[in-house]
T-cell receptor, first 117, second 111 residues
Framework: GAVVSQHPSRVICKSGTSVKIECRSL??????MFWYRQFPKQSLMLMAT?????????EQGVEKDKFLINHASLTLSTLTVTSAHPEDSSFYIC?????????????FGEGSRLTVL | GENVEQHPSTLSVQEGDSAVIKCTYS??????FPWYKQELGKRPQLIID?????GEKKDQRIAVTLNKTAKHFSLHITETQPEDSAVYFC??????????FGTGTSLTVIP
């Protein structure tokens, strides 16, 4: 199947700093990518839809200025957690649909575990 | 957005028994319902999906049923094996783009 890669897999930062997470589609072009947040033993919460060449669409309750999303190319979307605080510590995972696929399958990245001290 | 509820949150079955996980959704416009399996430390992967024009779909030991009127769908795993142990997520999608996931079911198959 299609491959989506995320980097870094783990990141630890100090409170108040910003952290950037990259999501790449390795073997297909993704005009749309999705960012999810997953708390321990909980579900995948959709944060925002990243649209190539335009602004991201954020879900209700997700702060746009806190979670900056940029989709500068057809294979790369970035999520920047700005002025991170301990409550932002979580598992962030991106996904994308392969337009070549017959199904509507979402392909997920490996996820990035953020720890804010 | 769509609200998807999933039950049970944890499920333990003996190897060889069947497991059933149920989900409900709120938006009658949802028309695509995939199920994902997430093993510990790994990314979620699609195991089966169903579209709203179909009531049931089966793939070997896995089957999914959909009741559009009641707005619920279920995952059925027969002849469970230890390697079926994982967290299972249902999801609902209206446009085929934004996917809203259920809260997950941690399935343990006891050898």
């Amino acid at each position: 199947g299609a491959v989506v890669s995320q980097h870094p897999s783990r990141v630890i930062c100090k409170s108040g700093t910003s952290v950037k997470i990259e999501c790449r589609s390795l073997d297909f072009q993704a005009t749309t990518m999705f960012w999810y947040r997953q708390f321990p033993k909980q579900s995948l919460m959709l944060m925002a839809t990243s649209n190539e060449g335009s602004k991201a669409t954020y879900e209700q309750g997700v702060e746009k200025d806190k979670f900056l999303i940029n989709h500068a190319s057809l294979t790369l979307s970035t999520l920047t957690v700005t002025s991170a605080h301990p409550e932002d510590s979580s598992f962030y995972i991106c996904s994308a649909k392969d337009p070549r696929a017959q199904t509507g399958e979402l392909f997920f990245g490996e996820g990035s575990r953020l720890t804010v001290l | 957005g769509e609200n998807v509820e999933q039950h049970p949150s944890t499920l333990s079955v003996q190897e060889g028994d069947s497991a059933v996980i149920k989900c409900t959704y709120s938006d009658s416009a949802s028309n695509y319902f995939p199920w994902y399996k997430q093993e510990l430390g790994k990314r979620p992967q699609l195991i089966i999906d169903i579209r709203s024009n179909v009531g049931e779909k089966k793939d070997q030991r896995i089957a999914v049923t959909l009741n559009k009127t009641a707005k619920h769908f279920s995952l059925h795993i027969t002849e469970t094996q230890p390697e079926d142990s994982a967290v299972y997520f249902c999801a609902a999608s209206i446009t085929g783009n934004q996917f809203y996931f259920g809260t997950g079911t941690s399935l343990t198959v006891i050898p």
